[in-house]
């Protein structure tokens, strides 16, 4: 099932709003991306403007010399790893062979009751769980609580993005109900598998996957649940 999903999917009625959606997998254009930069005019948010500039300019490899200059600052948000390298990938540079299956993020979406629950996990310990209903717990790494358990995530990712290669088209849109997506975050770009929910939970690529996500959606849950309580 995995690497042979339609090429169009109906999106989910109700589905979590577009603007939220679109900021969790890395890949939104750049003039989105660098909009950012007026408001927050530090790194890495100036550099992704500079390349903005650059590429109106005609000036590609200033461009490329700006987003690696993005990828060499540490301790960034994963997400502006992920958006460097698209921006890259769209002028045409690949990353190196040995970061390119690099996971960056891993993001279960599943259609249930005309919207989606999603939960995204990402390699700097951050996290979100969005529910159908319009509630969500964003879990921006105030301590190592969640660590082992957002691992265990990517870890489980890992394996299926070894198996597959990168989906070379734009990024669907969000699964229709009975459905899941399991979606890796990489340098080379996003890999995901699709199907029905009863065939993803049986399947040993996506079973293990399926299940931290659980693990990770409880976790985050009461995590909110301690914080109400203080």
Same mark, same amino acid.
């Given at each position: 099932?995995?690497?042979?999903?339609?090429? *169009?999917?109906?999106?989910?009625?109700?589905?979590?709003?577009?603007?939220?959606?679109?900021?969790?997998?890395?890949?939104?254009?750049?003039?989105?991306?660098?909009?950012?930069?007026?408001?927050?005019?530090?790194?890495?948010?100036?550099?992704?403007?500079?390349?903005?500039?650059?590429?109106?300019?005609?000036?590609?490899?200033?461009? !490329?010399?700006?987003?690696?200059?993005?990828?060499?600052?540490?301790?960034?948000?994963? +997400?502006?790893?992920?958006?460097?390298?698209?921006?890259?990938?769209e002028l045409g540079v690949e990353p190196p062979a040995d970061l390119a299956k690099h996971i960056y993020g891993v993001v279960v979406e599943v259609g !249930?009751?005309?919207?989606?629950?999603? !939960?995204?996990?990402?390699?700097?310990?951050?996290?979100?769980?969005?529910?159908?209903?319009?509630?969500?717990?964003?879990?921006?790494?105030?301590?190592?609580?969640?660590?082992?358990?957002?691992?265990?995530?990517?870890?489980?990712?890992?394996?299926?993005?070894?198996?597959?290669?990168?989906?070379?088209?734009?990024?669907?849109?969000?699964?229709?109900?009975? $459905?899941?997506?399991?979606?890796?975050? *990489?340098?080379?770009?996003?890999?995901?598998?699709?199907? $029905?929910m009863g065939l993803l939970m049986n399947d040993p690529l996506a079973a293990p996957v399926l299940q931290r996500a659980q693990r990770l959606m409880e976790?985050?849950?009461?995590?909110?649940? +301690?914080?109400?309580?203080?």
């Open positions: 099932m995995f690497g042979r999903s339609k090429k *169009t999917q109906p999106r989910a009625a109700n589905s979590l709003p577009y603007e939220i959606r679109a900021t969790l997998f890395g890949d939104m254009p750049l003039a989105e991306w660098a909009q950012a930069a007026k408001a927050t005019p530090a790194e890495p948010w100036s550099s992704f403007a500079s390349a903005q500039d650059q590429i109106a300019a005609g000036a590609a490899a200033a461009a !490329v010399t700006s987003l690696r200059g993005v990828l060499a600052q540490p301790g960034l948000d994963s +997400r502006q790893y992920l958006q460097a390298y698209h921006f890259l990938r !249930v009751n005309g919207g989606l629950d999603i !939960v995204a996990a990402y390699a700097d310990h951050t996290a979100r769980y969005y529910n159908f209903s319009g509630a969500a717990v964003i879990w921006e790494a105030p301590g190592t609580t969640l660590d082992a358990t957002i691992d265990a995530l990517l870890e489980a990712g890992r394996v299926v993005a070894a198996q597959i290669g990168p989906w070379t088209e734009p990024r669907p849109p969000a699964p229709p109900q009975g $459905e899941g997506r399991i979606s890796m975050l *990489t340098p080379s770009g996003l890999h995901f598998g699709q199907a $029905e976790a985050l849950m009461a995590e909110s649940e +301690r914080s109400k309580a203080r």
